[in-house]
Structure formats: C-alpha cells, structure tokens
C-alpha cells in the first residue's frame, strides 16, 4: 500500500537530511498527510524499540529485499499501531514473520519488566515507577500476635489506620504514615512504598513478616487445616514456611490422626532445602517466627522419597522451586539480563521434574506450584507439561476467582492459574497454579466450591 512506502521514503528523506519531518510529508504527494505524519512520528517515537525487535527477530536478514525503513513502518503498525491496513505481498510478509516479532516483543517486555507498550519507550524510569508502587507489605505473624494489636500498635506509632481497602486503587494512593487492611489476605497490612520497618520492634521480635503480598499467595491458597501433614518442597528462607505454620496454627497433631504414636508427632510440616546456606538462615528465621512443628531438611527434595512412612499422611505441598526471579521488582535502577533460552529450558526441566516428583506423594489431596518468574516457559507450560503426564488424577483448581490477574491463555483452562504484577496487583511479579487429586469433595475448601463467589473467600478454614 502507497501509505507504507510514503512513509518509508519520508523516514529515508528524514535519515538523509532532506528536510524536517512536516516538509517531507507534505513533499511526499501522499493524499492523506495526516494519516502520513502519524504513522512516521509514532515510527519514529518507536524507533529504537523497533530497531531491537527487528535485530532479535533477525527480520532483515530473512527479508533482505525489505528495505530497513520499510520495515520499522510496517512492523510499528503491525505491533503498535491499529495493525496493518493492506494485503499483498506486505500482509504476507507480516503473517511469516508475525509470531516471532511478537516473541521478541514479549521477551522485551519481560527483560525490562513492564506490561505496555508504552513503558517500554522509556523502560528504566517505568522499571522504577512500578517499583515505588509497589507498597511496603506486612504479613501478621498469627503465631505470636493478632491483627487488631499490630494495627494498635503502629497507631501508637503515629501511623493512621484508615481501614481496610475497598480496590486496589486505594493501596495506591497511600502516602505519608498511613496504612490499611489489605483487600484480599485477611492478615496483610499495606503501608506506602517507602516504609522502612527493618528496625520496628515488632519485625525484630518475629511479630510481623515484611513479605510481598504475592508471596503470600500460596500457603493462603493451598490452605491446610490444622493437623495436616505438609511438605514444603523448596522451603528457604522459609517465609512461606512460617505463613503455613500460622495457618495450621503450629498444632502438629491431632487426636483423630493420633500422628503422636509415630516418630512424627508434633512435626506437621517437613521443610526441605538443598542449600545449607539458606537452611541456617531460614533456621533463624523460624526461630524468630516462633514456628514449632516443623521438620527442616537440608536435602534434595527429589531424594526424598514419597514411599517412606513418615509421609504416609501428606495431604498438602507447597512447591515454590528455584526460578529465574524475572518477577521480582528491584528497588534500585538497573536492567537485569534476561536468562538466556538454555537457561530458561533448564530452569523449566529442573521445575517439570520437582512437581512430577511432589505429585507422586501417595496421601498427596492438594499442592500449590509458585514461581517469581513472568516466563511462561516456568509457569504454565510447566504446569501443562506435567498435568498431561498424570492424565486425568490431577486438576487444576480455579483458585482465587476474584482475583484479577490470571495465567495466560496457554491451554484451555490456564485462566485457573493465577499472575500477579507491578501494574496490576501492586505486588513483585508472581505465578501460582493450584492442583488437586481427582476424587470427589477431597481437599476442596468451601471458598472454591463456590466459584464466582469472592465473598466466600473470607471463609478460610
Ligand atoms: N519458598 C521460599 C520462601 O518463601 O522463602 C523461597 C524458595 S526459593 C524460590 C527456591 C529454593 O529452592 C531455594 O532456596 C533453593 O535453594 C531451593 N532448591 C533448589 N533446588 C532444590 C532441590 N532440588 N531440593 C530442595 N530445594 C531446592
């Protein structure tokens, strides 16, 4: 189509400096000069996001009668702008080449970690800006306090407690010393981004956990009653290990399991790590958190066999492997390298084999799969991979129905999954999938049965 080669012709007029932008197109004889003027400025504000995708998509090498200018046009229109208005041979080239550019589109995205488009033109400062709205989360540690003296507390502190947030919106607009009741997790007080509590008596005594709100997804979801038996696969530091600790209450048994006669009385919950590092620290930290009840490993989680007696009464894991960490939002400035494609196939095969290895736990009702990873290499096809091989004992739970922001359309039913974001849940960048053993009523909490309810939320046993 003319509009594609006029604009192509003005940005080689503008690159030879044969005029300002506005002489050019005037210049051009194209009838439509305004339509001319905005697919060239909008090229132009693209250009050096442009020049990146056709480098990575290697578009000039497969097309090399296509001339670059041309390209960037064409390709501006295609991603950016209201997708190309033509058909011929501009069309067909646009379908060969179409999925890779939106490939590499996506792998820009995920590198600088933003969502829009937009924030790529400018992707340090959009880094940065997700990054101070993201507020401070604080998890009560139910083990040794309760909500309405923690909010007692830091109003004797000076702050204000305005209640608990209505949207998302409103975590947003926090401020000065100002803190709220998080909308979704009944124990998460929200303060403005820029509160430090490291120093704060209560974070010191293990009455709080500073943890980012997706953080706090799993153990809520996988949501064991007290007395279960659970496996946390992947545990250090062990903040997640500690928030399923207060969700079972640190009971470790239970009269009807009479768990006591066995070797494994008073330990509900066996914590696993292959780093002896992490495992000292996470040591520490559960002392401070008070957690009892816990049997901490260092050990390979897939050396763990889901044969032997003492797990004979696992119902729950939680699997939180090692990932890419593309999600977690940086505090400070800096672009961090994206992990290369061998990388990102390793990490993958590592996480495919530790679920395939968690799902073989003979008592096993219900897990949670988490990652702080935005590849969908890490997260959904992980969980596809695997729910294929168990054919038809494991499901996907569609967890959390009132959550906003779900897995991404990779295979029918990943909308079960759950994503988290800067942008649209205020949180690090997070995935979670839930799975359940095939049987009827299993480990079904009431909240999920009811699917479409987030009212039911609230009744988290
Ligand atoms: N769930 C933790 C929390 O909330 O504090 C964070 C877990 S971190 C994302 C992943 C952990 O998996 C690391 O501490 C790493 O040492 C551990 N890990 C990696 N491979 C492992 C394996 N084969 N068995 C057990 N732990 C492993």
């Known amino acids: 189509m003319a509009l594609y080669s006029a604009a192509a012709a003005v940005l080689a007029g503008l690159e030879r400096g044969e005029g300002g932008l506005k002489r050019l197109v005037y210049n051009s004889g194209f009838p439509h000069v305004r339509q001319l003027y905005a697919l060239v400025s909008e090229t132009l504000r693209y250009a050096s996001v442009l020049e990146k995708l056709l480098d990575g998509a290697a578009l000039l090498q497969a097309e090399k009668k296509l001339a670059p200018q041309l390209a960037k046009v064409l390709v501006y229109d295609l991603l950016f702008g209201k997708g190309l208005k033509c058909g011929g041979r501009w069309k067909a080239l646009a379908r060969r080449h179409r999925a890779r550019l939106e490939a590499e589109l996506a792998r820009m995205k995920v ?64 401020s000065g010393k100002k803190f709220l009741l998080d909308l979704h997790l ?21 009455h709080i956990i500073l943890q980012d709100k997706a953080s706090c997804l799993p153990a809520f979801l996988l949501g064991p009653v007290a007395g279960s038996h659970v496996i946390d696969a992947c545990a250090a530091p062990g903040n997640k290990t500690s928030h399923l600790a207060a969700i079972l209450k640190n009971k470790g048994w239970s009269v009807h399991s009479f768990s006591w006669v066995l070797g ?42 889901p044969r032997d007696p003492r797990y004979s009464r696992v119902t729950h894991i939680l699997l939180d492997p090692s990932c890419s960490g593309s999600g977690m939002v940086t505090r400070g400035p800096g672009e961090e390298a994206a992990p290369s494609a061998e990388r990102l196939q390793a990490l993958a095969g590592f996480q495919r084999r530790v679920l395939n290895h968690a799902l073989s736990f003979p008592a096993l009702q219900r897990l949670v799969y988490s990652t702080c990873s935005l590849h969908q290499e890490e997260n959904e096809d992980v ?79």
């Open 111 to 174: 590198r600088y970690k933003v969502s829009r488009n937009e924030d790529l033109l400018a992707p340090e400062k959009a880094v940065s800006a997700a990054a101070s709205q993201v507020p401070r989360y604080i998890r009560v540690n139910t083990l040794k306090t309760c909500v309405d003296d923690v909010i007692d507390f830091f109003k004797r502190q000076g702050f204000t407690y305005l209640g608990k947030a209505a949207s998302v919106e409103e975590l947003k607009s926090l």
């Open 383 to 461: 969980v596809q991979a695997v729910l294929q091989e168990w054919g038809s004992a494991f499901r996907l739970v569609n967890a959390f129905p009132s959550w906003p922001c779900r897995g991404l359309a990779a295979f029918s039913g990943a909308e079960s999954c759950l994503r988290a974001s800067p942008a649209e849940t205020l949180t690090h960048g997070f995935f979670v999938a839930v799975l359940e053993r095939c049987q009827e009523g299993a480990a079904t909490p009431r909240w999920e049965r009811a699917v479409g309810d987030s009212s039911c939320f609230w009744g988290v046993p």
């Open 186 to 206: 009944p124990e998460l007080l929200v303060f403005p981004s820029q509160t430090d509590l490291h120093d704060n008596l209560l974070y010191i005594s293990g």
């Open 264 to 305: 494994s009385a008073f330990r509900q919950i066996f914590a696993f790590d292959v780093d002896p590092k992490r495992v000292a620290t996470m040591n520490t930290l559960l002392t401070r958190a008070g957690v009892t009840g816990c049997q901490l490993a260092q050990q390979d989680f897939l050396t763990v066999d």
